[in-house]
């Protein structure tokens, strides 16, 4: 199995930054791609950005194209996720995710083995 944890989550102003981490336990960190998603209030759950086993291949939606930027550094079996100019759209819980078989894509935001809990982000002035 594999634990992973969120932090980094809270409240920032528009067009502020902020950097989530997924600090992962338990299982070989490398047989996982790395997924985020975000679920804001009255919403569904929606998949964000992700990074693939070895972190050479990288996805992100479009609404957070150019904002938002994924890293995983399997030394510290960490990922991350650096946010900046953040909009009052971004307000959501963000949670990190593992995948051991994404198929034949390097990453995905189906097939998910194991959830966080989640970290809370609120952008509000």
């Known amino acids: 199995q594999l634990q992973v944890v969120e932090s980094g989550g809270g409240l920032v102003q528009p067009g502020g930054s902020l950097r989530l981490s997924c600090a992962a336990s338990g299982d070989s960190f490398t047989e996982y791609a790395i997924s985020w998603f975000r679920q804001a209030p009255g919403k569904e759950r929606e998949g964000v950005s992700c990074v693939s086993k070895n972190g050479e291949r990288v996805h992100y939606i479009g609404p957070v194209k150019g904002r938002f930027t994924i890293s995983r550094d399997n030394a510290k079996n960490t990922v991350y996720l650096q946010m900046n100019d953040l909009e009052p759209e971004d307000t959501a819980v963000y949670f990190c995710?593992?995948?051991?078989?994404?198929?034949?894509?390097?990453?995905?935001?189906?097939?998910?083995?194991?959830w966080g809990k989640g970290t809370l982000v609120t952008v509000s002035a």
């Open positions: 995710a593992a995948v051991r078989r994404p198929g034949i894509a390097p990453c995905t935001y189906s097939r998910v083995d194991y």
